[in-house]
């Protein structure tokens, strides 16, 4: 790893439908947002009140109840915002791509309207941090526009998350284009000239990808109770009920959990991958049930990606989380 990827990029949306975008332009900030009622939560440092006041109050922007890892992905959102410190952030508007250094003060917590509110009186507190402000030009003083940037570097350059930290070496290519170095080493690699060569197929809409990865989990889910329920091998398979109705209901449930989980892996953060856009098959969607002695119901069930629901086979969420998190922290320090 080269000594430019030590440091940090990110990159972000502001607030639902990005409304706090112009804001965070004029401010010189980056920002997030958070319900009234669970910023006390925040403040004590509580993350399990946290999530158990989101699991008996919220509903998420799908409508449905957040699951654990979708509230602790809230609540750590408030974190990750007050330690930055000497990071790049990047966010995409439109055509344009800007970028921002995050400073050292102190994240400042303003109470103000919430956004569309569900009812009257509704605030949140909006958490903004300073920044060294926004350019949207490259260090030599190019424009930096999306339509000039190669098609693989546009699946990690865009987010559909609220934020999220680059891994690997995509923050040496997103520091690299900050720079206005040369990036054909990277746009020669195999993966990366097989990703220019699909681009020419036409865009598809991320909505139809959502629904056609909900689709195939959901088919593939029914069959796993088709086959399992009362099927004699060595020992009585263990039931697993598809309890949905109508069955509708089901692929819709699937499409808010990876909306709401914002394309990433509820276990590991790590951005999955969809059906017949896939590059890893290791990174594809695929549905876990949280409790795996439980049945697929609303409440059980999150998206991870296929290799993690693989390892996890039918070790406890808990303590399969506790070793991700051993393995994580034992390979990334930093």
Known sequence: MSAASSKKVFIANFGHENYLWPDCFKRSTIATFQDE??????????????????????KTSSGITPIPPVAGRWFNLATELAATDNDVWIHRQNNEIWWTVSRADEMEASLEPAHKPKYPGERVYVLRKPTTGWSNKNKKGTVLTWAAIHPKAREFLFTEATFQRLRGDNPDYALALIEGDDLHGWH??????????????GAVRWADVIEITAVNLANKARATVASSNGQQVSRT????????????????????????????????????QHFGREDDPQLLCSLDRIDSDGHYEPGNLQIVCRFVNRWKSDTKDDEF??????????GDPG
């Not at 020669?188 to 197929?201: C, I, L, V």
């Not at 069955?247 to 790590?270: H, M, P, S, W």
């Open 37 to 58: 009622d669970l910023q006390p939560f925040w403040l004590a440092g509580d993350r399990a009140g946290y999530i158990a006041h989101c699991l008996a109050t919220k």
């Open 188 to 201: 020669r690699r195999p993966g990366w000239k097989m990703k220019e060569d699909k681009a020419g197929k």
């Open 237 to 272: 398979v263990k039931n697993k009920d598809l309890r949905f109705a109508p069955a509708d209901d089901f692929k819709k449930y699937i499409e808010a959990l990876i909306k709401d989980q914002e394309g990433r892996c509820a276990i590991t953060g790590i951005e999955m």
């Open 321 to 330: 989380r506790r070793l991700v998190a051993l393995v994580r922290c034992a």
